[in-house]
């Protein structure tokens, strides 16, 4: 699905990173589909229960301001 969608809208999978706060749609998509993830600790699972599992995002912040901040310094 990841493969179709980079195609339409001419990406690759380096340009891309999967963003979400459910762990097991989200994120698990983007580390299944081989992309970046960023999950934003603030909605359906905490860094807690993240951080307990065997795949883990790439980045993880507490919400997507701190993203915004993070990239701009």
Known sequence: MIDIALD???LTKEDVVM???N???DILFGIN???RTLHVNSGVH???FVQEQEKLPTYMVESL???KHEKKG
């Open 8 to 10: 339409m809208i001419g």
């Open 19 to 21: 963003v979400g706060d």
């Open 23 to 25: 762990y097991h749609t």
């Open 33 to 35: 589909g081989g992309i």
């Open 46 to 48: 905490g860094p807690a």
């Open 65 to 67: 301001n701190e993203w």
